[in-house]
């Protein structure tokens, strides 16, 4: 069997009817979502661990001051 024939049958099994497209991209959502699970996981752990450093250390202190600066307390 051809590749293009058994693309262009529809999921109820009748050859030569063109499928919808929606049909033929049916499983792509799903690779999309696991492809922004990894990005999310990715970005969550290069997160953690800039904010677990010394550079989370200055970050926080920094905008500790500048809103007690904004507050006129510090």
């Given at each position: 069997?051809?590749?293009?024939?058994?693309l262009?049958?529809?999921?109820?099994?009748?050859?030569?009817?063109?499928s919808?497209?929606?049909e033929?991209e049916?499983?792509?959502?799903?690779?999309?979502?696991?492809?922004?699970?990894?990005?999310?996981?990715?970005?969550?752990g290069?997160?953690?661990?800039?904010?677990?450093?010394?550079?989370?250390?200055?970050?926080?202190?920094?905008?500790?001051?500048?809103?007690?600066?904004?507050?006129g307390i510090g």
């Amino acid at each position: 069997m051809k590749l293009t024939h058994h693309l262009s049958r529809s999921r109820s099994g009748r050859s030569g009817g063109r499928s919808s497209r929606s049909e033929l991209e049916a499983g792509i959502t799903t690779a999309e979502y696991a492809v922004g699970t990894a990005a999310g996981a990715g970005f969550a752990g290069l997160l953690y661990t800039l904010l677990t450093g010394a550079f989370g250390d200055q970050l926080l202190e920094r905008m500790f001051k500048h809103v007690m600066s904004l507050l006129g307390i510090g």
